[in-house]
């Protein structure tokens, strides 16, 4: 084997192991999305949602752009102030064009902080806010829907209330 030989070998090992770097990347899991789809994929239907004492609020719309999507809250759960993964106190959906809701993620609220979950700090919201609660600490979970701006951000730029408007 010629150096040449060896050259092209070694650009060619180097290149498989950038390309398999990205791919790992890519395809990198997040522990906490993935423990979120396993316990909370029953609200995929929004009947179950309203089962279990979900009740809706209307679509969050960013100042700046994206959305939040509707959120259906449980009073109950936002009242305790118990962070449980299986029980978030916020289940969010897509309205789409046809009439129907996508479930895309959920939202842990509380009242007690600085707070976290499963080693993911909670934002912090002071009061006045939009909302018209007292200050809080809550975190999203883009679950269902990837988020450009991270899995734990507040709005996304790829969801919209848009289909709202016809409804």
Known sequence: MTIHDWKR???AASALTVFAAG???AKTVNP???KVRALDSRFEDV???KAEGYAPIPCASGLTGGAMGIHYVNAAYLKDDAVDVAKPEAVMYEPVADGTLKL???EYITAKGPASLEGHLFN???APN???LGP???LHVWAWKQNPTGAFADMNPNVSCDAMQGM
């Open 23 to 25: 791919a790992a990347s």
């Open 130 to 132: 939009r909302y018209g």
């Open 136 to 138: 809080f600490y809550e």
């Open 32 to 34: 906490l999305a993935e």
């Open 47 to 49: 009947a179950v949602a």
């Open 104 to 106: 895309i993620a959920v």
């Open 9 to 11: 070998c070694l650009i």
């Open 124 to 126: 912090f919201n002071t």
